[in-house]
């Protein structure tokens, strides 16, 4: 009789990394060092089978493609290149940290990359190439930025979470703040709004408020997400309340 097959690792609780998995048999590694925002510093990725491996200094992280959610590929709110974004359902390990999500900067002057994977040749500025692979071997699709276009012609609007500066991208399905290395995602399906109207001042703000997915059967509840966005350009504010409306997000007690 043919042995029984191997039992599935077990869903990490909340807040912990999950399982490591095995990276299994190498596809492809990109020559070049890639600078990441998170986890900040210079990783030399490999792509394998089950998961990729960010070669660092210190540590090696493995990020399996089961748990990536998304691949987003965004311009810089500044109009300085584009960034990749990589959610996972669950952290990973990174030492005796974790990480949530990848977050890569490809600048205009950066030397572009180029490899091939499973026969199809990937080239481009890092971002690019390392979103498309993400996308490929974690079937998923590549999104990008939505309809909504800023007055200014960037692709996102610049604000600050307290004291740090901050960019709101109003995507498809959900909107997404970068606060420095940090990425927020909140789906409009899930998205409380307070919309505090600029009156006198030349700014408005946004608190926003998003309430956590469903956790697994047997796994601790989470916590809704909480954020509060300042200085938000005073011409954007009737744009920005109407596109969350239209969306279906709960602004100011609409639903």
Same mark, same amino acid.
């Given at each position: 009789?043919?042995?029984?097959p191997?039992a599935a690792?077990?869903?990490?609780?909340? /807040?912990s990394?999950?399982p490591l998995?095995r990276?299994g048999?190498?596809?492809?590694?990109?020559?070049?060092?890639?600078?990441?925002?998170?986890?900040? /510093?210079k990783?030399?990725?490999?792509?394998? %089978?089950?998961a990729a491996?960010?070669?660092?200094k210190?540590?090696?992280?493995a990020?399996?493609?089961?748990l990536?959610?998304?691949?987003?590929v965004?311009p810089?709110a500044?109009?300085?290149?584009?960034?990749?974004?990589?959610?996972?359902?669950?952290?990973?390990a990174n030492g005796?940290?974790q990480?949530?999500?990848?977050?890569?900067h490809?600048k205009?002057?950066?030397?572009?990359? %180029?490899c091939s994977?499973?026969g199809?040749?990937?080239?481009g500025?890092p971002?690019?190439?390392?979103?498309?692979?993400?996308a490929?071997?974690?079937?998923v699709e590549v999104?990008g930025? /939505?309809s909504?276009?800023p007055?200014?012609g960037?692709?996102a609007?610049?604000?600050?979470v307290?004291?740090?500066e901050?960019?709101?991208?109003?995507?498809?399905k959900?909107?997404l703040v970068?606060?420095?290395?940090k990425?927020?995602?909140?789906?409009?399906?899930?998205?409380?709004?307070e919309?505090?109207?600029?009156?006198?001042?030349r700014t408005?703000?946004?608190?926003?408020?998003?309430?956590?997915a469903?956790?697994?059967a047997g796994a601790?509840a989470k916590?809704?997400?909480?954020?509060?966005?300042?200085?938000?350009?005073?011409? %954007?504010c009737?744009?920005?309340?109407e596109?969350l409306?239209?969306?279906?997000?709960n602004?100011n /007690?609409?639903?």
């Amino acid at each position: 009789a043919p042995p029984p097959p191997a039992a599935a690792a077990p869903a990490a609780p909340a /807040g912990s990394a999950a399982p490591l998995d095995r990276p299994g048999a190498l596809l492809v590694e990109l020559a070049s060092d890639l600078s990441f925002l998170s986890p900040r /510093g210079k990783f030399r990725l490999s792509l394998n %089978e089950g998961a990729a491996v960010l070669h660092g200094k210190s540590a090696e992280i493995a990020v399996p493609y089961r748990l990536v959610s998304r691949v987003l590929v965004l311009p810089e709110a500044s109009g300085q290149g584009s960034l990749c974004v990589v959610t996972l359902a669950a952290p990973v390990a990174n030492g005796k940290s974790q990480v949530g999500h990848l977050l890569l900067h490809s600048k205009p002057a950066e030397p572009k990359v %180029e490899c091939s994977l499973s026969g199809k040749p990937l080239c481009g500025q890092p971002a690019s190439v390392v979103s498309q692979a993400f996308a490929s071997l974690a079937a998923v699709e590549v999104g990008g930025i /939505g309809s909504f276009k800023p007055f200014g012609g960037r692709a996102a609007l610049q604000c600050y979470v307290k004291a740090t500066e901050a960019a709101l991208y109003l995507l498809e399905k959900e909107l997404l703040v970068k606060e420095a290395s940090k990425v927020h995602v909140m789906p409009y399906s899930r998205l409380r709004v307070e919309v505090l109207p600029p009156d006198s001042r030349r700014t408005f703000d946004l608190q926003l408020e998003c309430a956590a997915a469903d956790a697994p059967a047997g796994a601790p509840a989470k916590t809704a997400l909480k954020l509060e966005l300042s200085m938000l350009p005073a011409n %954007e504010c009737d744009r920005v309340s109407e596109l969350l409306q239209r969306k279906r997000a709960n602004v100011n /007690g609409s639903l």
